[in-house]
């Protein structure tokens, strides 16, 4: 979070004007954006600390006019070199107009928190912009992340900021699947921008808004066979050959941000990188965990790796199916049935679908609560 601006900073007129001691009247017209004498800039500058005033309609007018600058004075304030609250503060006003954060991100004393907060929400073209920077990529590595992770970026633009990052040996933290992003880049062409989307950025964008029809279904992409098994369910079909063409980078890519739909099918993808990174994406929800938790043909390492995950393995649903579930490795099994209920305990004792250890281990825990 950026400090308050310091009127100090200002011309002796600008601070004169902010100051809580000048007359009311004169205020309620500087909030409003008219301030002679001042240059567009220190207006910003002065309207930014009026919103702060304790004068009910100062402040109002300055949360307003903020909200909406006028044209002159925000073209007159762009030409200069804004103080970092006032860019800030303008680069959330006018997210959607290119033109003002094009202004905005080349001026010096733009803070990376403001640029932190832009890669997230920002357009595709911005996104572009922010990603030429690589000096302020390497310095600041969040913000490499938050491109990443936002679904407006292009996927060749993703890929080269993973190569710029691994190259120059900076560890995202901030990925979960970090380690997998980088291998899946190793094999993989890094393609130059040319400032034109590739076929593959269109096809991975085409990806995302077909999952995106899909969602709010709140079920498995699979069923499961009588014979044992699963088999693809019919209305998944076109997204299931989305996802299947995808490179490696892009399901990686996918799995942390995509939909639940796309998690579903990736998580069952033959390539272990692949599959647990979804479980690692931040947008997995309990509900999905412990569907996958649930799966009997599921990978021993992605029920492994949900069982290290302390905000999934909270949810007491998540807990019991992986007890339940006789692929999870037997010492985590083991571990969780001391957390299931007694009528559970019960069940998993007389149980034909668990491991002997898991039963027994149930049937400890039931002495135990009943001495």
């Known amino acids: ?99 003002v954060l094009e202004k905005l991100l080349a001026m010096p004393r733009i803070d990376a928190e403001t640029v932190v907060d832009l890669a997230a929400h920002c357009s595709e073209q911005i996104s572009e912009l922010i990603a030429t920077n690589e000096q302020r990529l390497l310095a600041h590595p969040r913000i490499i992340e938050k491109l990443y992770m936002n679904r407006r970026t292009r996927m060749s633009t993703a890929g080269r900021l993973v190569e710029l990052a691994a190259r120059n040996k900076v560890e995202l933290l901030g990925l979960p699947a970090w380690k997998e992003a980088v291998e899946a880049i190793k094999d993989e062409l890094i393609v130059e921008p040319t400032g034109e989307p590739t076929p593959e950025d269109i096809a991975f964008k085409q990806a995302l808004e077909l999952a995106d029809e899909l969602v709010g279904l709140e079920e498995d992409t699979h069923q499961e066979l009588e014979e044992g098994g699963e088999q693809l369910k019919s209305k998944f079909a076109l997204l299931y050959k989305k996802v299947a063409d995808m490179s490696m980078s892009e399901k990686i890519r996918t799995a942390m941000l995509g939909t639940r739909e796309q998690r579903m099918i990736l998580v069952r993808d033959r390539n272990k990188l692949i599959a647990t990174a979804v479980v690692r994406s931040p947008l997995m929800q309990e509900s999905e965990a412990a569907l996958i938790a649930r799966n009997k043909n599921m990978s021993v390492e992605v029920l492994r790796i949900i069982a290290g995950i302390p905000e999934l393995v909270k949810s007491y649903g998540v807990k019991r199916a992986l007890v339940e579930n006789p692929k999870t490795p037997i010492t985590t099994a083991q571990r969780l049935v001391q957390h299931l209920r007694e009528n559970d305990l019960k069940i998993l004792a007389k149980s034909k679908n668990v491991t002997g250890p898991v039963k027994d281990a149930a049937r400890r825990h039931l002495e135990r609560r009943n001495t």
């Open 1 to 99: 979070m950026l400090p308050p601006l310091d009127p100090g900073t200002l011309s002796p007129a600008a601070q004169k004007l902010a100051a809580p001691t000048a007359p009311e009247k004169l205020q309620e017209v500087a909030a409003k954006g008219i301030a002679p004498g001042l240059r567009p800039g220190e207006v910003l500058s002065v309207l930014l600390l009026l919103r702060g005033s304790e004068r009910t309609t100062v402040r109002e007018n300055a949360e307003r006019t903020l909200g909406d600058v006028p044209e002159q004075l925000l073209s007159g304030a762009l030409g200069t070199d804004l103080p970092p609250q006032v860019i800030d503060v303008l680069s959330v006003t006018y997210r959607d107009r290119v033109d």
